[in-house]
């Protein structure tokens, strides 16, 4: 696995998909039916080795059906260890991953990321973990780069290590850029590999479930009025009902989330405004998260009830 961190971060190629700002089939619930398995539209996965052709190995990635975070469909990897592995410079042994990009058949290696051009504040996801026996960790990693011509520049990097999760789980990872690069630097690549062992000391058995990621913020010449979504939320502290107003007719919903970071109010705006009732809300405080049509994060912030 530390050799496909390293590939990762050095990578140069690409694959186009359809948003620049965005993250492709977020929430997961789009998925390539390949006979034997199915993979997550617009992600990547080693599936593909379980053809014959590359020495019938276990399936990894899988379609979670029973308990998605939102919506039908989540995802599931589970580690495990490759009987026969093709490209051991660039697929390690023991896999468990998706990423955004594709796998070379011809020359049997990897090509990471989409074409992005964007430059976001945070990362945003939901998962759960169950490690192997003996103990193990998952991880998100993101990273954007640009290529200069030459070389390929690392212009922004983030994500988390994941631990025994036994319920879904919000996280968000803030976006490092790269102090040694112009600040006006735009990326062109958009790297995101999710993996259920650790990039060092691989283990089989271990589980990632992974659901409705996001891009959230924007940094630099990159921002535009139009991201800047303004939210209004009052009053604050609230005693018997908060409200909330937005300035785009874009923003669908907001979610209310307590401190453990379980949902407890989706609601949908009406004319830019929703009010909630705050009697069944215990003292303290909340976060919320405001989203379009298509679940993609606009806002987020906190309130206190009293």
């Not at 659901?211 to 991201?227: I, K, Y």
């Not at 018997?240 to 989330?257: G, L």
Request: hydrophobic share 35%; with cysteine; net charge negative.
């Amino acid at each position: 696995m530390k050799k496909l961190l390293l590939t990762v971060a050095s990578a140069a190629m690409f694959v186009a998909v359809s948003a620049q700002g965005n993250i492709p089939n977020s929430g997961f619930e789009t998925w390539t039916n390949a006979g034997t398995y199915e993979d997550p539209a617009s992600w990547t996965t080693f599936n593909v080795l379980s053809n014959s052709l590359f020495g019938s190995n276990p399936v990894s990635v899988f379609k979670e059906t029973t308990n998605p975070h939102s919506g039908s469909f989540a995802a599931r990897m589970t580690s495990v260890g490759l009987t026969s592995n093709p490209a051991p410079g660039d697929v390690p042994d023991t896999v468990g991953v998706m990423f955004t990009g594709s796998f070379n058949f011809v020359q049997t290696n990897v090509d990471f990321g989409y074409v992005f051009t964007s430059r976001p504040q945070d990362i945003n996801w939901w998962s759960k973990y169950t490690p192997a026996a003996g103990g193990d960790s998952g991880f998100v990693l993101c990273v954007l780069t640009h290529f200069n011509g030459t070389t390929t520049d690392t212009v922004a990097w983030g994500g988390a290590v994941i631990n025994t999760e036994a319920n879904w789980t919000q996280h968000t990872s803030t976006l490092y850029y790269n102090p040694l690069l112009p600040a006006n630097t735009l990326p062109d690549t958009c790297i995101i590999l999710c993996s259920a062992t650790d990039d060092v000391y691989l283990r089989a058995g271990s589980t990632l479930w992974i659901d409705d990621m996001s891009f959230s913020g924007w940094v630099g010449l990159d921002e535009t009025p139009a991201q800047r979504e303004e939210v209004a939320v009052f009053p604050n502290p609230a005693t018997e009902n908060v409200t909330f107003t937005v300035n785009n007719d874009n923003a669908s919903r907001v979610q209310i989330y307590d401190m453990t970071g379980r949902m407890i109010s989706d609601e949908m705006f009406t004319g830019r405004r929703v009010q909630l009732s705050t009697d069944e809300l215990a003292s303290g405080m909340y976060t919320y998260t405001i989203v379009d049509a298509n679940n993609q994060t606009m806002n987020r912030g906190k309130f206190t009830v009293k």
